[in-house]
């Protein structure tokens, strides 16, 4: 199968609150659009979960990446309306995190009922982005000057040569005056590059009900004219997937909620049901930290992909560990008691002593006495250690311990 990753990409943000509209919109993405890949921006969505989807769209050539950031980042933004929260300033790190030269920001309170191909064929010209006037200033004169950030084709390969253009933006949106949050900053920054979309790239439905009873013909005489839009943007705080709501167009919400994934495999491609279920790996490495600072680890996670790293801690880890559950062959054990720790060791077929801080001596003890081998480098070794198989490797010689890591399993499971 041919795979295109990396010219399809979209965007978009989501707590783990906010999952089941996100996998939604995801599922209109893929129902529609073969070859994608999507980055879900986020801090507390289970790891599970990404790799449970990718076992699905995997068998059709796309991926969803898990996009991890420290909330931090987004202290102190200001949200203008009740519906919108912090995460809505997670767009901001766009051009950070995503390598891609191109990418398609959506909403999570949105569908995909079409192919969007030409958004990835669309000139910028001397744009940074491309976007559709927000429907709620039609009676404005300034209204084709205000547009909706749901959904932004992002010139992202431009926006990588702005010097800090991720903090410059979030710094703005820490304004306690911004009059529409994270969309005010967006129009104001980028004032005279936006360039404009066709409305059916972004059908703001949800204002019905203002436009009815406020009388705004203009208004309702744009949302009745698209007859077929390609992304549907569920505006307000009148959602589909709320108990009750007003709007038009709920069905279609509901449709891509309820599709199971491998009916989206199926409409491409022979769904692999075998394909679907627990990790196999080839071994497995355990850890034990009580710092967070462990050397060369996410080298060696991405050196050895078949290959699970189990890293355990008596206590919560700080971010520099937690974002590394983002690659799908790190298990992170916070807050771990005893019998757990011997799980990890009775299954664990090499111990990694590369933690910068105390050692553990109760875990390492344990460890030696079944015998299992372990691996250091100089700066993590500990210079007391008379164990036989403990092996210390140079500081910077990555490359031979996971050649070591390599060989003990092919020995191990070949006898």
């Not at 933004?77 to 929260?85: A, D, E, L």
């Not at 920054?189 to 009815?212: C, K, M, P, T």
Request: charge should be neutral; charged fraction near 25%; include cysteine.
């Amino acid at each position: 199968m041919v795979q295109l990753w990396g010219l399809t990409s979209f965007a978009l943000s989501a707590n783990y609150a906010y999952l089941n509209q996100a996998e939604t919109t995801i599922k209109s993405i893929l129902y529609n659009n073969r070859f994608v890949k999507v980055y879900l921006f986020n801090y507390d969505i289970p790891q599970e979960w990404f790799i449970n989807i990718n076992q699905y769209v995997n068998q059709i050539g796309s991926k969803i990446v898990d996009a991890k950031f420290d909330h931090e980042l987004l202290q102190d933004v200001h949200s203008s309306y009740k519906n919108i929260n912090d995460m809505a300033y997670a767009r901001f790190l766009i051009s950070k995190i995503i390598p891609e030269e191109r990418v398609i920001y959506l909403d999570s309170d949105l569908i995909v009922d079409k192919s969007i191909d030409k958004l990835f064929e669309i000139p910028f010209n001397k744009n940074l982005i491309m976007a559709v006037p927000d429907y709620g200033y039609i009676d404005k004169p300034y209204y084709k000057n205000i547009y909706n950030d749901g959904v932004m084709v992002i010139n992202n390969q431009a926006l990588k040569k702005i010097p800090g253009i991720s903090d410059k933006l979030l710094n703005l949106g820490r304004n306690p005056n911004l009059s529409n949050g994270d969309q005010t900053v967006i129009n104001d920054y980028f004032n005279g590059r936006i360039g404009s979309l066709s409305d059916e790239y972004n059908y703001q439905i949800g204002f019905d009900r203002v436009a009815f009873w406020n009388k705004h013909p203009k208004l309702l005489n744009k949302l009745n004219s698209i007859k077929y839009p390609k992304i549907i943007h569920y505006l307000t705080n009148d959602k589909p997937f709320n108990f009750q709501s007003t709007g038009r167009l709920r069905e279609k919400w509901w449709f891509y909620r309820n599709l199971e994934l491998s009916a989206i495999v199926q409409r491409y491609s022979v769904f692999d049901r075998t394909k679907i279920g627990p990790q196999n790996f080839r071994g497995q490495v355990f850890i034990f930290t009580r710092r967070a600072e462990i050397g060369h680890l996410k080298a060696l996670i991405k050196a050895l992909p078949d290959v699970c790293f189990n890293i355990g801690a008596y206590t919560d880890a700080a971010w520099i560990l937690t974002e590394l559950v983002k690659y799908p062959n790190l298990k992170l054990y916070t807050n771990i008691i005893g019998s757990n720790v011997q799980h990890l060791i009775n299954q664990a077929d090499v111990y990694l002593d590369i933690n910068f801080g105390p050692k553990e001596k109760e875990v390492i003890n344990r460890v030696k006495a079944q015998n299992i081998p372990i691996l250091t480098f100089k700066y993590t070794s500990d210079q007391e250690n008379t164990y036989g198989d403990y092996t210390i490797f140079d500081d910077d010689d990555i490359a031979g311990m996971a050649a070591r890591i390599k060989k003990i399993l092919a020995e191990k499971y070949s006898e």
